[in-house]
């Protein structure tokens, strides 16, 4: 193997204000003590998105010129002082660019001189990402520190000036950057995705770069990057002018984000005192030139060609203009075409993992796919954060064209980074590229195996004669974060093995290592290394592509060697499928007078299953890479709920026996997450008030269903929270783990009350208390019916028991808060979101205040969702308090998108903080903060059902299906298809905007956006509500329970679906009503039932499952249900 070793890094500045650059003079990150000012750490291979443009204008256009690395009549020089400059000579002009810092500022010094004998007219444009962050948060997710990185516009005597602050405090307070220039600027843009637009993905060139003007409009979104714009300057012949841009990093800046920035002169006044003397020295450094934008990307496919790909047989396509972007055939593959790119912010993606997936505890193989290329990323054999093999795509544009595992061909001798497919088309466990190049296709296939952790890329050229040059490159990081690890690779024929030294793996993992192999290509392979290190960072595999290659990549621990084991792709991609299908019981409905809707269902439960699975076994998504953990709240839900709809009970109660062993002995509730293999002491201990309550809520559901009572019985250690998190060697019984979670409830009650404190939260994250009052005096209006349906159910469950006496206990308490619940949450009516017992000094308690509810004079929010729904859910409400709820929440929580957790948002003041932290610290409206959060939305149709309300259960239930989702949501924006997404994000570009104009979200008139992809308990729960609450199918004991709610509107529903794994065709005619069974067939023989309670209406029918169970065939049954 050859390789190779970039020169050593170079670094401009102190501790205090940093720039490194590598051999080549690239920009590698900007830090500040322990922060890092920018957002992206940029690799060795790769460019650098900051820069100075010079854009020279010329008849219509401008010619745009790089300053900095590279362009290609650049040279580099490192000065005598250790700074660097960069000198750009054309016929034209000569552009000399220095960079300077002093104490926490650095300058950028840019002297234009006209060569030409002509007036030269331009301007400059310097373009700065921005994390400002630790660099720990930096790199475990960009996207998250851009959402809370504050953007204000100033103006001064030289124009605009951009302050961000970070609202997230970090290890230094609040840090700030002010970035403005000494000459005048005229225009600004905040975001990345202002600057180089959607189309990047395509084109390689920011669209910014192309207009006459910035667009002088703040972006609060996912990628920090602050462009400032000069004012046009005409040069005479032979004269010059100096331009100096400056940023000024601030450790700490209290408060909020609104202070006025720093003042010219005294910015002025420490440039002075860097002038340089004419007679510095430099030398001139040997730069390898990287031109940008230089992907290879797909031509179009023409109407006949996508027809012989994928066939005609289209659903749900997305359609703009006249113009095909996206669709569905077969079994729910789903195709998306370059077009749709154009118009979607988040790259279309996704996450494969190996068959072995449905079982947690396996060594699973997991990848990340985009459309632009990227083939492999973050590929990990178990822990998704730990044992990454494959780096993480970090940037969402795909500027960094190294990230991951990547192919590059050979085109007029120089190779060119594949891009942007003619057509991409994932399913269950692949994703497939396909290239319209060279008078033929080249199509990629990367996918799993049904069985063993094992992924493949296959590479095949069809129709195009001449054999392909490639290199297939892989950027290696065997630990958490790049550069983190050393790399180590041993060849052994076509067998690649990778080994390295991680400081995690070395105590977790000390066995992990991978192995690449090749076959069908005769291979050549050089390794380059680090800069500062013998490790290696890529491996490039250089060949000659006849007609087919394969390279399978496989792992290697204690207990599996899976290396240099290749597949056959059609037959892994059909097995996966059918076990998909058994996982999900053979799912299938069809509504008569609905079919577009219940072909919809289909679809999406498809894909929700397999989202669900990537929550519930390598968890991470596609915005949020970093996971690898289970939220003790997340997965007493997702995973849980989808296992026992399914009838996968061994399975749920895995889940349940897993989450009990992190259970603190020393406190009795949870961390707030927790990892579940061999990282499992990595963990966050501070939990939010309900974290306690949701294992005893899935326990209860557990035993209900299933009358499993020896679960109790099961001996499980707890984890020691005071000796590193280790499990206690003694075991106790899960019945002793439930007496120890219990009484911490009742030791974290408000004093004087039956009701639990608020502690560090509930569900609602951004609703994080501000401070310790807070902590210990406010209540939850979700936590305590959500404890009450937990205590309640346990109470049910543990009936007839040796538990007797203890069921009774919890009933007591259960009374007890159910007392106080109606006593102090409910005012005038209606449930506040949080009560607040405001103590004096001695702790007595001076008032209590309601807050989230009509009478709070304070936050100025009206009305609370979740409180609503759950009480509904839990039935604590009485049935006129269910309905006049109800009634607010259609009022003034419903939206054409989904149901939103409040009826306004919590005011946004630059970052000032009042009452929570999140709420008023995000500056994007995103995630929960938009308030739109999917989860709660499930969570309503979960309460519609509850009141058998037909009609509003199938108004909602679309809302959230990304299938062809402006079907039901007209002014939803494109999106992919297949991918749940978390949120709905109203299309405002910040907060305060949003804040003002926010009942033209309620009237449809703003567009709405989807939010982070794939990585949620939702998917689970969706797929649960549908199967066990909207068609009504599950099981109670020993009975099975038939509790459809089902609208007029879809006319006959057919299901097909398995009852303990027989067969059945579940036909629902309305014949009264839309809930209620009123008679019941099997086989055509009448089936006997009793109704089950339910506090607002006719329940379901409950049938005697040994009585169904003798009359059900292995073959084929019909069970018919009229309501």
Known sequence: MHHIQPGSQMSVGNESLNLTFNADGVLGAIRSDRLMVSLFDTPDSEMAISNVFLRVKGEGKSNVTPLLFFNNKIETFKQSDGSLQW?????????????????????????????????????LIYGQDVGLADEGAVKTNE?????????QIFENQMGYVVCSRQNLPQSSGNPRIQLGSLSPVVGYSTDGFQFFGKEFKLTGEAVALNAPQLENKKYQ??????????????LAADSSKEVVFYGVVTADFPKSNSG???ELEEITAKHAQLTLSEEMEREPLSCVHQPKGAYLQGEKLSTKEITEFFGDDQTFADVKDGELLSFFYGDNKYVTLPEKEKHLERMTGHVIASGNNQDYQQSIMSSTHYISGVFNSQLTLGNTSFNKLLGVCRNPLNQFTHAGQRVSVEVDGIYRVLGMPSAYETGQNYSRWIYKLFGGYLEIVSFSSAQSPIIQLDITKHGIEAPLSIKVSHQFVFGNNEGEGRVEIARDGELFTVTGKNELIDQFMPQLSYGLAVSGMDVTAETIGRADSDSVEYLVLNGSLESHCSIAIGGKTDALNTTAQFMAFEAEREQYQKGIQSLSKGFNVDFSEDNGNSQRINTCLNWFTHNALVHYSTPHGLEQYSGAAWGTRDVSQGPFELFMSMQEYAKAKAVLEEIYSHQYQETGTWPQWFMFDQYATIQQEEAHGDIVVWPLKALADYLNTTGDMSILDVELPYTLAEEGFIKSESRFTLMHHVQTQVQHMLDNLVPGTSLSCYGDGDWDDTLQPANQSLRENMVSGWTIPLTLQALKGMYQALQGSEHQDYAA???ELADKMESDYHHYLIKDGVIAGFIHFDRDEEGSVKQIEHLLHPSDQKTGINYRLLPASRSIISEVFDPEMASSHMDIIKKNLVHPDGVRLMDKMAEYKAGKQSYFKRAELAANLGREVGLQYCHAHIRFIEALCKLGDAEAVFDNLYKIIPVGIQDHVPNAELRQSNAYFSSSDAKFNDRPTAYDNFDQVKNGEVAVKGGWRIYSSGPGIYVNQLISNVFGVRFAHNDLIL???????????KIQFELDEKPVTLVIDLVEGSHTPKA???????????????????????????WLLQRLSSEENTLHISL
């Open 87 to 123: 000198v750009t000579t054309t016929e034209d002009f000569e552009a000399v660019v220095s960079i300077k810092t002093a104490d926490h500022t650095f300058f950028y010094d840019v002297s234009i001189t006209n060569l030409s004998s002509q007036p030269l007219t331009y301007d």
């Open 143 to 151: 996207l998250y520190c851009s959402q809370y990185l504050d953007h």
């Open 221 to 234: 979104y996912e990628m920090g990057y602050i462009a400032l714009q000069t004012e046009e300057v005409t």
């Open 260 to 262: 006025e920035p720093i």
């Open 809 to 811: 206990s919890l009933m």
């Open 1043 to 1053: 509790d459809p709610v089902i609208s007029p509107r879809v006319g006959q529903t």
């Open 1080 to 1106: 019941i067939s099997i086989n055509g023989e009448t089936v006997p039932f009793e109704l089950t309670e339910n506090r607002y209406r006719s329940g379901g029918a409950k049938i005697s499952r040994e």
